[in-house]
Nanobody
């Protein structure tokens, strides 16, 4: 069992940066692929990025590639999402998730946090 708690969301102007954190409980954090997803009002939840258990491999959605960076600190049971050059279309509720494979599909992720709101003003 893994419990996930996101933090770091907020309001930022377009072009700005924000760093999200996801703290995990449980001794097996380092064995999970960790992902970030987002959901805007009226839209389906979509994949943002994911990182392998070692941190050696990452996967990004085309819409955030080059602007967002995922990283993890297994010693601190935490995964991070550094977001730069933010756009109004990045506005959404951001969720972190833990899963078994480095893939984009939400069904692969078994554990989810409560989410944190990111709002980008134009």
């Amino acid at each position: 069992q893994v419990q996930l708690v996101e933090s770091g969301g907020g309001l930022v102007q377009a072009g700005g940066s924000l760093r999200l954190s996801c703290a995990a409980s449980g001794r097996t954090f380092s064995s999970y692929v960790m992902g970030w997803f987002r959901q805007a009002p009226g839209k389906e939840r979509e994949f943002v990025t994911a990182i392998s258990w070692s941190g050696g491999s990452t996967l990004y959605a085309d819409s955030v590639k080059g602007r967002f960076t995922i990283s993890r600190d297994n010693a601190k049971n935490t995964v991070f999402l550094q977001m730069a050059s933010l756009k109004p279309e990045d506005t959404a509720f951001y969720y972190c998730a833990a899963g078994g494979r480095l893939v984009r599909e939400t069904r692969n992720y078994s554990y989810w946090g409560q989410g944190t709101q990111v709002t980008v003003s134009s």
